[in-house]
């Protein structure tokens, strides 16, 4: 099983880049997906998630109303729209899939089926 992230990079904030994460090896349709991130000197923290039905998703709270997580179940990817981006996004952006995950689940628990190995997002002022 392979998570690919892509997108990372130096970004303005205020900008509004979108990640992708590219899944293979498993039955994409069946894992809950999500976005998690850690910064240097911090622990990892939840972002967003995306339920394996594609019906729920659930944010963290200092992303809420500017993040959007979306997935593409055809191209086996999941996506994380990023707008009003602020310096303390500034960390390492995580995959993962958590089998028949459920977007709320996903939120609170800590170990996932599959874990990616991040793109680092880096937030100029």
């Known amino acids: 099983v392979q998570l690919q992230a892509f997108g990372g990079g130096l970004v303005q904030a205020g900008g509004s880049p979108r990640l992708s994460c590219a899944a293979s090896?498993?039955?994409?349709?069946?894992?809950?997906m999500g976005w998690f991130r850690q910064a240097p000197g911090e622990e990892r923290e939840f972002v967003a998630a995306?339920?394996?039905?594609?019906?729920?998703?659930n944010y963290g709270n200092s992303v809420k109303g500017r993040f959007t997580i979306s997935r593409g179940n055809a191209k086996n990817t999941v996506y994380l729209q990023m707008n009003s981006l602020k310096p303390e996004d500034t960390a390492v952006y995580y995959c993962?899939?958590?089998?028949?995950?459920?977007?709320?689940?996903?939120?609170?628990?800590?170990?996932?089926?599959?874990w990616g190995k991040g793109t680092l997002v880096t937030v100029s002022s």
């Open positions: 993962a899939a958590d089998r028949y995950g459920d977007a709320q689940a996903m939120g609170v628990k800590k170990i996932m089926t599959y």
């Open positions: 090896g498993l039955t994409f349709s069946s894992y809950g």
């Open positions: 995306i339920s394996w039905s594609g019906g729920r998703t």
